[in-house]
């Protein structure tokens, strides 16, 4: 089967690099999207280990409509009845058409959904499908008149790793936070990492889980545990296979700090929730006390920006602060910072090294790195 794991804008490339390292074949960047080649066991693999995918699909078609018709004809092509059993639920459930002439997206659920169940009617020799057994949700892509239609086989979004109990106002999703990880290349050992404006977390904790090596599905379900065609002892092999290469011989230390002490109560419960607790040192406390004895490390953080919790001058100063700090007390540290504010490097002092477009909740950020002493 060709599968999909969908990316935010900006971390396609990331994802990629995941897809080659857990040796899945044939694998190709599109934008919002990496494909690979895969069975059962590739499912199974993507759902528990990806980290910073946002759902892993079976590609089911990609075909070219300009009509109902074209459309309908199309989906009922598709063998359905190999995957979906007589008693599946399969809504569509999403639907996204950009500049194509089938625009309706209601129209496209009716259409789609109506060609499903006359391909299922034949298959099955029933008119009436209760629909009651395990969930089957539908995804349909249109652009530039080609439609991608798959299968979500993950459920719930691959960020909710299921050790985030609450959320401070303005979170960070756990892919975005395990992206800017990857991208900093900071994989533990002897150089510490800090967090000085962390949050919940998630920053730290995906750190502490990407140095140990914990898969991040490994503790939770996916929709697709329910499906006939994955055997359930693949899940178990998968799971036991991931718990067996976990790293508990590094040395890891993270510093983890907020203003806000019940914002730090939170995080150290997140910590524990994710087995990293014992890595991870937080503290209530201004970044202006921030020090290190360390000679080198990282620093990855999303503080406030403008459009997220600071005005544009409070912004302007948070960060004209940091950058002296950063450059005073961590003259060899390299750093990592995400934010909308587009005058950053401005504000803060120096131009990056490198920066990357990212797209975090739907608002176009910037990732700025600046590479210390090698």
């Known amino acids: 089967m060709t599968l999909v794991a969908s990316a935010s804008m900006g971390l396609e490339s990331v994802v990629k690099d995941e897809c080659v390292d857990l040796g899945f074949e044939n694998v190709t960047t599109f934008n919002g999207r990496v494909e690979f080649e895969g069975a059962a066991k590739e499912i199974v693999a993507a759902n528990i280990h990806l980290r910073c995918a946002d759902r892993v699909y079976i590609k089911m078609a990609e075909f070219k409509a300009l009509t109902f018709e074209d459309l309908f004809q199309n989906i009922k092509k598709i063998a359905w009845e190999e995957i979906i ?23 496209i659920q009716k259409i789609v959904k109506k060609a499903m169940v006359e391909r299922l009617k034949n ?12 969930v089957y949700k539908i995804k349909i892509q249109a652009h530039n008149d080609i439609f991608i239609i798959m299968l979500d086989t993950s459920g ?47 920053i730290a904790i995906e750190a502490a889980m990407i140095a140990r090596n914990v898969a991040p599905g490994v503790n939770r379900n996916f929709v697709s545990e329910g499906w006939d065609i994955i055997p359930s002892d693949l899940w178990i092999d998968v799971r036991d296979e991931a718990f ?14 907020d203003l806000d002490e019940e914002t730090i109560e939170i995080a150290k419960l997140n910590a524990k929730k994710a087995g990293v607790d014992e890595d991870i040192t937080f503290s209530c406390q201004n970044f202006l006390h921030l020090e290190t004895d360390a000679p080198k490390g990282a620093i990855i953080t999303n503080p406030p920006y403008g459009d997220r919790l600071l005005d544009d001058d409070a912004v302007e100063r948070l960060y004209g602060l940091m950058g002296d700090i950063f450059r005073m007390r961590f003259p060899k540290w390299s750093y990592y910072v995400i934010t ?6 401005d504000a803060f002092g120096k131009k990056a090294t490198k920066n990357r477009k990212l797209y975090n909740g739907g608002i176009k950020c910037y990732y700025y790195q600046y590479y210390g002493a090698k």
């Open 244 to 257: 067996s290469a976990e790293d508990y011989d590094k040395e890891v230390t993270i510093f983890a700090s």
């Open 156 to 202: 719930e979004a691959l960020h909710k790793r299921g050790y985030r109990n609450l959320i401070n106002e303005a979170p960070l999703k756990e892919t975005m936070a395990a992206a800017l990880v990857k991208l900093s290349r900071w994989k533990g050992g002897e150089l510490p990492l800090i967090d000085p404006m962390c949050g919940t977390g998630t």
């Open 85 to 107: 059993p007589i008693n599946g639920e399969f809504p569509v459930s999403w639907v996204s058409s950009v500049k194509s002439k089938l625009f309706s997206k209601s129209d």
């Open 123 to 134: 298959s099955y020799n029933i008119d009436v499908f209760p629909e009651d057994g395990p």
């Open 340 to 345: 909308a504010f587009e005058k950053f490097e």
